[in-house]
Every structure is written in C-alpha cells, then in structure tokens.
C-alpha cells in the first residue's frame, strides 16, 4: 500500500454501535478508497458494498502432522507445547490442531524430525470493487478460534491498483483483544464509536485505554443520538476531554436503510454531508500527527 | 443445573438486556459474564459486597538480557508472531505480540531468555446475599481471552451444582471467547437483529453452536424496526428448525432503563413484557418440562 495514504481504524469496544456503518460510509463517501474489513468473524461490510469479486485468497497456518514412523515417543515435543496441543497416548503422537498456535517449536526440537508442517485453512480473503471503492473482507472459517492469521493477511496484501490514494478504512471487530490489537497496530489514526448508554460508555473506556497504550491519535463519533435524552457518551468525552469529530443522529429511516445493507450515504443528501463533513475533519487530524 | 448462554453473533443486539432480564426473572442465585473484553453485566447488578479478586495469569511472556545476549539472531528469525526485534540497544520482545510459546528460549544458546509471568486479566467473584456471581475484565494487551472465559466460567462450578438455573452472558463473534463459554452449556439463546448484518451474523454464530452439538433457541430484538427481515429470520429458524422463542419491539425503555442500571423486566413496558414471554418459552426448552 502507498505509503502517504491515510490508514483509519474504526473501533467501539462494545459491538453494534455501528462501526461498519461508520467505515462503509466513510469509504463510500471518500471514493478512490479501500475498505478492510477486520471483523472476521462476523464480517458484514460486503453486505452493503456488495463489490464484485475478483481475487479470493486462502488464508491458512502451519499445522504439526507426525510421521508416526520416525516418532520414538520422547514427548521432547509434548513437554514443550506450551497450548497443549501435543500428546503421547498409547504408543501415538497426538495433535490437538484446534489448539495448536503454529508457533512451529515442536518441529524445531524434535531429535528425530519427526514433526513436518502442513498448512490448514482457517479463513478466507476476498477482494472486489464497490465503484471506485476497493472492498477487501476477510472471513474466518466456521469453528475456528483465532481471526489473527486472516487479519494479518488482509493488512498486509498489496493494493490491486498503484493510483489508488483515497484513505483506507479499517472496521474493527468488537472488543478490546488480540483482533482488535491486530487491526489497529499499522493505523495512523483510531476512530471510536460511541453508543449513548452506560455499557457504551464502558465499553468506550476501554477501548480509549487501548488506543492510548498504542499511543494512537484518535477522536470520537457518537452514533444514534437523540435529541431529547441525556448522551453518558457525550459527557464522558467531555470530562476526558476526548475530541468529539462528529454526531450521527437517531434517524428510524437511515436504520431501515442500513438494515436492508444499502450504503445511507449514497441515497440520503444529508447522511452524505454528514459523512463529508466527519471525513474532511479526520483527514485535517491526520495531518497535525 | 441447567445452563443458558445468550449469544448473538453480532455486536450490540441486546444480549445483555435479555441475560440481565432472564436472571431477575429466574431469580438466578448463580451468573457469569463471558464477555470478558467488554463486560457489562455488573452495571445492571451492582453488589454491595466486595468481590474477590483473582489475577489471571496468561503465558509468561519472554524477556531477553541483553547484557548476556550474543546476538545470534536465532530467536528473531523463528518468532512467528514477529514480537522479537533488534534495535540500537540490542533484542527486544514485544509483550502485546508474545504469545508465550516459548520459541525463542529453547534455541537462544546462551539462556538469555527468561520468561515472566504477566497478569492477564482480573477475575472478581461476588458472593453475597445467597447469589453468586463471577465476572471478568481482560487486560489491555493480553491475547488470551478464551482462557480468561473457561477460569470465570471455572468460578461459578462449585455454587453452579446447588442452583437450578445459571445464566451466562456471552460475547459477540463466533471465536475463541465464543467457543470457550459454549462448554458446558445446555442452550444457547440467540438474540438476532432483524437486519442484513444480523442475519449474517445469526446464521455464522448457529452453525458454531452446532458444530458443538449446543442446543439452540433464537429471539429477535427490534423486530419491528424491519418487519421483513424478522419474517426471514423466523422461517429460517423454521428451516433449520430452531424453536424460535419470541420477538422484542424496539422500546425506547430499553436504553433507559440501561442509563438507570434497571433490568428492562423492572419496567412496564412493551419490551419488558416480551422479554418475559420470551423467558416463559425458553426455560421449558432447557428444563425439559415440556417439548416445543
């Protein structure tokens, strides 16, 4: 990826504050940009983008397999698996793939070289156009633990056009964990989204703490205000002195819309300002980084 | 002791609402919050003892001396999670990047790795007034939140054997937090959101459930803020033949009653009288008295 273009991660804490409603329509608005989406595990974004896709990868990692025949059984290999997923019973090698972190130690310490790597599938990367919009998704398999290995593979493919300079939009998974440190690591600047209630305001503590520890720029966008009730949102960014970049109204019909995954944007002149206005203010951030 | 999980798939469906809901309903004496990377449930159950509290500890994480470090460069080459790097001042690990397997000490040929334990998350058991109640928060950086799920899920096991019904509130997606609260449960209660996302995300969070042989029952929240996509949802329950426990309207209750720590069932309000007809079909799912 070009490397002046503007990386945005959009992260919450709290699920269903509307992330992908935020990146869709900052991509969409944006135009010339790139939308990545790091929810893995419950990747929505091509839902609304419905980009036509042209290039998939298999996302797979390093799995032990034991040629039984050359195991002699001196569990050098068990005894050092930290997750477990190594074991010797009755007479046989077993593997836990499951459980395995693909940290490829048993491989390394086995005297007999016995322990080969083969790869497993754990997910999916697809990659389309939405307009001028590159849509990139990623899609972890049914069953599965760890998103990180198709995270890492989303961030780091490269663009399928040199001329693309619009910014790149990163929708995070929810939560504060590994997925989420993933997503943000190679970001320029964080994008919370807050929801006006006490667990949103929880949530967003949490997640402020985590851009902080990455010593991250970022600033707030509150979503689904209303105008008669009290935002605990708003008066924890005021008491934090969190910068607020832009408030996203209550609006019944821009949910129906974004229920049905159509892009509100791109049919409603006011949520189209609305995004303008939130994405002029965010690229001025970037600059003052 | 049966147990009932609330799980959604998506984000912010409301299954917090609807656990908190299930345990003032139940009068449950035993609950936990799975949600251990944004927990929530103890904001609706303030208690007035003091919890216990217990470190969780993930994998140690290694640390390397420089002062005895040759740099050979072995340990950075095999780290596959890229925490190791070199800098003016020798090797470093990366904590938030180690994930503890130990790599990198079983080949340093001089022992300059140690490894350090790092608390990973804070355990807190409340025990008070006949109810016992287990929670979690994980700590900024640390990887291993399905592991932190199993030791909240740990807490309640002895007091889980004298209850009749334990709730547990789950997280969102369909990974490693998911699948670790999912042990031991005896049904999973969905809550959907009648929109494209929310059936996405459903139909991911029920084939996981499935895969692990969990029962499975689905509720709509804010059905009627998309008629349509509620009916769809309800006929691929059918399809699939899920019993579908009932339908939520959208309530403006809900967000109040969250602002005021209430259980949305402590209100008399139409979302509060469907979370109760939801309750009256979902517990003969899990204790059996009857068949759906």
């Known amino acids: 990826m070009a490397e002046n273009r503007k990386k945005i991660a959009v992260l919450s804490g709290k699920g269903g504050t509307g992330k992908t409603l935020v990146s869709v329509n900052l991509a969409a608005t944006a135009g010339n940009s790139t939308y990545i989406d790091c929810d893995v595990e419950e990747p929505n974004g091509h839902l609304f983008f419905k980009p036509e896709i042209c290039r998939e990868y298999s996302v797979t990692v390093p799995i032990p397999v034991v040629d039984q025949e050359s195991c002699d059984g001196c569990r050098i290999c068990s005894d050092f698996c930290r997750f477990n997923a190594l074991a010797y019973v009755k007479d046989k090698l077993l593997v836990f793939e499951e459980v395995c972190h693909s940290c490829g130690g048993c491989v390394l310490l086995c005297p007999q070289k016995a322990l080969k790597e083969k790869e497993k599938p754990v997910g999916t990367v697809k990659e389309g156009f939405s307009g001028s919009v590159l849509v990139r998704s990623g899609i972890l398999n049914v069953g599965e633990a760890s998103g990180v290995p198709v995270i890492q593979r989303l961030l780091e493919l490269p663009e399928l056009e040199e001329s693309r300079d619009g910014p790149i939009f990163i929708d995070c998974p929810p939560g504060s964990a590994c997925i989420v440190m993933e997503s943000i690591k190679d970001a320029d600047f964080c994008l919370l989204v807050a929801e006006p209630t006490m667990f949103g305001v929880h949530n967003l503590n949490m997640v402020w703490e985590l851009v902080r520890v990455f010593k991250k720029p970022f600033g707030v966008v509150l979503n689904k205000c209303m105008r008669q009730e009290q935002n605990p949102a708003e008066t924890f960014c005021l008491e934090k002195k969190i910068p607020v970049l832009g408030r996203i109204p209550f609006d019944p019909e821009w949910g129906r819309l974004n229920a049905e995954g159509r892009i509100v944007a791109r049919e409603k002149e006011e949520c189209q300002r609305l995004f303008a206005s939130l994405l002029e203010t965010l690229m001025r951030e970037g600059e003052t980084v | ?292």
Do not use: W
Request: charged share 20%.
């Open chain 2, 1 to 292: 002791m049966k147990q009932i999980l609330i799980l959604s798939g998506k984000g912010g469906t409301g299954k917090t609402t609807v656990a908190a809901s299930f345990i003032r309903l139940a009068k449950a004496k035993v609950f936990a919050d799975c949600d251990v990377d944004a927990p929530n449930l103890h904001l609706l159950f303030p208690q007035k003892e003091e919890p216990q509290k217990n470190l969780f500890f993930g994998l140690p994480k290694a640390k390397i001396d420089t002062t005895l470090c040759t740099s050979c460069d072995l340990c950075r080459q095999h780290c596959r999670f890229s925490a190791i790097s070199k800098d003016g001042n020798g090797y470093h690990v990366d904590p938030f990047a180690c994930e503890g397997c130990a790599v990198c000490g079983a080949l340093c040929p001089v022992g300059a790795v140690s490894f350090e334990e790092a608390p990973g998350g804070d355990l807190f058991l409340y025990c008070g007034e006949g109810v016992t109640f287990s929670t979690a928060t994980l700590r900024m950086g640390s990887g291993a939140s399905g592991k932190l799920v199993s030791e909240v899920k740990q807490q309640i096991k002895e007091a889980s054997k004298k209850a009749a019904l334990v709730i547990v509130d789950g997280s969102p997606g369909i990974g490693c937090p998911v699948i670790a609260s999912l042990s031991g449960a005896d049904l999973v209660l969905i809550v959907a959101e009648p929109s494209l996302s929310g059936i996405s995300d459903m139909e991911r969070i029920i084939k996981t459930a499935g895969i692990f042989g969990t029962k499975i029952a689905v509720c709509v929240n804010k059905y009627d803020t998309h008629m349509e996509n509620t009916e769809h949802i309800k006929r691929l329950c059918e399809g699939l033949q899920i019993p579908f426990a009932g339908v939520i309207p959208y309530d403006p209750e809900v967000l109040r009653a969250v602002n005021e720590g209430r259980t949305i069932v402590e209100k008399d309000c139409p979302a509060g009288r469907a979370v109760l007809e939801i309750f009256e079909k979902t517990i003969p799912l899990v204790l059996g008295e009857c068949v759906v």
